[in-house]
């Protein structure tokens, strides 16, 4: 790092309602440099990112940028003196066309203050080749795209505008391979130009793979820096929980002599996906594999009545079921936590209980239709217990909690339905490698009371960890049906990839 940082954080502090988010945080960013910040959900990453967008205010603590004294009043300042943040749920106007996107409050206009269409496409279309997109992506509306082609086009519209430092935070969660290979070449690409990268990840092995200098949080503070040479994953997991942490943790096969409580034959919808077959046995835990848009969720909606399928049937519960809508499938028992928990899953303007308790109202109420708050509160403060949620109250916005936590939320209010076959879609998406132990905990608890479980997720180890089999999917086509025995990673990948042919699992 040079003597002179391009950014200097001195003795941040933060507080929320006397609850401290973050406490005498210093952290130097060179120029050129690409600097993670790791930690819990909860550690305090988000706050001090917006601190340095300009979002937030700092209670104590100096900011120097390019040597000089700073004080942002708003995340224009910000922007104007060249930082940009890159937020992990992509923040745009779906129905603007990409082009728009990319100038907002930026637009390029004539003398007689008329926009200028032709300087801001060919802007547009040089800042979506920089990042590698096709250029006729330009004139599609943002909600035409892919989630991570959305967040692609939004990391193009910082570089556009020459920021100086890129704020990332967990940029991979929605990207494909191809698409993270092309965000790893465009940051190689930045660095050699001088701007500067604040990488925040919970993917340490992509951590370990770009980063120049690793920062880590925990309740607030900064306890640790490394170069990335003295790095090791130990140190990291360490330092960011304080406590040893295991990953190895594998489910205890005990399904082998019962029957499918779902079998799904030759499952089929038009663009989608084509001839699915599987089963589920109560206890059992089915993972489902497959790089971005190879069709998993889709699927899963089928059997939770948002995506009916063209052909096929589904066995529940040794009956043909059909649900019309995914109240048919609440009703007998089957429950879908989707991926994405901020946009399908909560109602971040409302307290935790209400997030809580929303899908079961009727069981806390009277004939009238009035609630009982008691039992309600009830309810709420068994789950928050139960699932270790960490919220100063019940009826704290559930906005103000860390991802993490909103995902258990989610999860608690799914778990009020008491389903017997679970389908949960990225469930560890975007946490800490505390929640995410906690959440598989709870994950193999379930089946353990013989609810049957379908996991789709994108990281192999957990699939490898907590599957009793796996899926492997490839553009909407199964590519293996493999026991825990004969799975590895390398094989899982080369079926995602669509280089192997089917491998079968005998199932017994």
């Known amino acids: 790092m040079e003597k002179t940082a391009l950014l200097d954080l001195k003795n941040i502090s933060k507080s929320f309602g006397g609850v401290h ?84 409050g930026d637009e390029i206009k004539n003398g007689q203050g008329v926009l200028n269409w032709e300087a801001m496409t060919k802007g547009a279309a040089d800042a979506v080749q920089k990042m590698g997109l096709p250029i006729e992506i330009i004139r599609k509306s943002m909600s035409d795209l892919m989630l991570g082609s959305q967040q692609l086009v939004l990391i193009a519209r910082s570089i556009h505008k020459n920021a100086k430092i890129i704020i990332l935070d967990e940029p991979t969660a929605i990207l494909s391979q ?10 190689h690409n930045l660095k050699q130009k001088g701007v500067s990268i604040i990488y925040i990840s919970h993917r340490l092995e992509e951590i370990f793979h770009i980063a120049d200098r690793i920062s880590v949080l925990r309740d607030g503070r900064k306890v640790a820096e490394y170069g990335i040479d003295e790095a090791t994953e130990d140190k990291l997991v360490m330092s960011m929980t304080g406590r040893k942490f295991s990953f190895n943790v594998q489910k205890k096969m005990n399904v082998h002599n019962s029957e499918p409580m779902l079998r799904v034959n030759g499952l089929s919808r038009a663009g989608f996906y084509q001839d699915i077959s599987f089963d589920v046995k109560p206890g059992e835990i089915l993972g489902l594999y497959g790089l971005v848009g190879a069709g998993r969720s889709e699927v899963v909606k089928a059997i939770f009545g948002e995506m009916l399928p063209d052909e096929g049937e589904i066995i529940y519960k040794g009956k043909k079921f059909s649900p019309k809508n995914s109240r048919d499938a609440i009703n007998n028992k089957i429950l879908y936590v989707p991926e994405d928990r901020r946009q399908q899953g909560l109602f971040l303007i409302r307290p935790i209980q209400d997030n809580l308790t929303i899908g079961i109202l009727r069981s806390v109420s009277n004939r009238l239709g009035v609630i009982n708050r008691i039992k309600e509160k009830e309810v709420a403060q ?26 258990k939320v989610v999860l608690g209010r799914g778990l009020s339905h008491q389903p017997e076959l679970l389908i949960l879609d990225e469930p560890t998406h975007g946490i800490d490698v505390g929640t995410k132990s906690e959440i598989h905990k709870l994950i193999l608890s379930l089946a353990e009371h013989k609810i049957a479980i379908i996991l789709i997720s994108s990281e192999l180890p957990e699939v490898l960890a907590l599957a009793d089999k796996i ?34 699992v005998k199932i017994n």
């Open 21 to 104: 988010a973050l406490e005498d945080v210093s952290i130097q960013v060179g120029k050129g440099e690409v600097h993670a910040i790791v930690g819990e959900n909860g550690a305090g990453k988000s706050t001090l990112m917006k601190i340095i967008a300009g979002a937030l205010h700092p209670d104590s603590g100096t900011i120097q940028f390019e040597s000089k004294h700073v004080q942002f009043i708003s995340p224009r300042d910000a922007s104007n003196m060249g930082i940009a943040m890159v937020y992990q749920e992509p923040i745009f106007f779906r129905e603007l066309s990409v082009v728009e996107n990319i100038y907002l």
């Open 178 to 187: 191809a698409e993270t290979e092309l965000l790893f070449k465009t940051i």
């Open 382 to 407: 068994s789950q928050l217990e139960n699932l270790k949620i960490k919220a100063s109250s019940l009826f704290a916005h559930v906005s103000s909690l860390s991802g993490g936590n909103q995902q």
């Open 471 to 504: 899926l492997v999917m490839h553009e909407g086509s199964v590519m293996g049906y493999l026991g825990r025995q004969e799975a590895t990673e390398e094989l899982i990948l080369r079926l995602a990839l669509g280089l192997n042919k089917k491998e079968k």
